[in-house]
């Protein structure tokens, strides 16, 4: 790859979704793209870039997809939802005790483990939950992965990762080699496509939202307007999870950062 080709590809990737790639990172442009390339008939990454620059919409949109990194589980590093259920949600349910409505965020959302991990946890708080409404909406850029998280349906594998068999057996139906999630779990999540750099908040007042392992692939500028957007799309005594640490909230529950100190300082690596 020429330099200007990986500063085209790069620039393109940055701008439409704000993943940085770089120059150590060359590689994954030529593992990721030549499959395109190759798929399309055109004359490997060069081809790709001349390809791109007519421009075509619908492979920019391939070529972003592509680059975008889909990993994700069930309870993924499991303390986030450990100080959801035992201090975000028992602090909420006495601030929310007159409206008894309760909105959630996941953002980037990948696959759905996330959202149904959520969704999990509060239908086994439901007792609580009795009476109140809980709206939960999941968003992801990458409409590969949505169309998965929408279905529902998971392999052995990837149930085996992070999700306690004693939900696996409650929460799934083996059909063949595959887990599929009962609809009604399913029914709790509202995926849609959204890009986090580009579009508003899918709604506002959020009471809860989960953005995490996603600002890991941006740059300082990108993570500081994203966690302005998102700090503007939170009530205000709202809960961010972000990566692996814990929670950030304007309000005082246990173990938490400030919210507005966490949009306007830097933000702690490994996000
Ligand atoms: C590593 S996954 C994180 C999944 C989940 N949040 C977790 O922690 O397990 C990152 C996700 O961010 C999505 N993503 C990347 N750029 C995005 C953008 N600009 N807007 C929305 N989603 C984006 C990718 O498609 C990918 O599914």
């Avoid at 979704?17 to 990172?25: A, F, H, L, P, Q």
């Avoid at 994700?72 to 602090?91: A, I, Q, S």
């Avoid at 959020?206 to 503007?232: E, G, H, P, W």
Wanted: net charge positive; aromatic share 8%; hydrophobic share 45%.
């Amino acid at each position: 790859m020429t330099p200007t080709e990986l500063e085209f590809l790069s620039d393109l990737v940055r701008r439409r979704s704000g993943i940085v790639i770089t120059r150590d990172k060359e590689y994954l442009l030529e593992n990721r793209l030549s499959p395109i390339a190759t798929q399309r008939k055109l004359a490997g990454l060069a081809g790709l870039v001349t390809a791109l620059r007519r421009p075509d919409e619908a492979l920019a949109r391939e070529v972003v997809e592509a680059m975008t990194t889909n990993e994700t589980l069930f309870f993924r590093d499991g303390r986030p939802f450990e100080m959801l259920r035992t201090e975000v949600l028992p602090m909420l349910l006495k601030e929310r005790a007159a409206s008894r409505g309760l909105r959630i965020w996941s953002a980037a959302c990948s696959t759905g483990q996330e959202p149904y991990s959520i969704a999990m946890l509060l239908r086994e708080e439901a007792v609580r939950l009795a009476g109140w409404r809980v709206s939960i909406v999941a968003t992801d850029i990458t409409r590969s992965v949505l169309t998965k998280a929408r279905a529902g349906v998971y392999s052995q594998f990837e149930v085996q990762r992070g999700l306690p068999i004693t939900l696996l057996v409650k929460y799934f139906k083996q059909v063949g080699t595959q887990w599929e999630l009962d609809p009604a779990l399913r029914a709790m999540v509202e995926f849609r496509e959204h890009n986090i750099i580009q579009e508003a908040a899918p709604g506002a007042g959020f009471d809860i939202v989960f953005c995490r392992n996603l600002l890991i692939y941006f740059d300082q500028d990108q993570k500081r307007r994203v966690l302005n957007n998102l700090a503007a799309s939170m009530a205000e005594d709202a809960v961010l999870f972000l990566g692996a640490l814990g929670a950030y909230s304007a309000s005082p529950i246990a173990s938490n950062r400030s919210l507005k100190n966490v949009a306007s300082i830097a933000v702690p690596a490994g996000l």
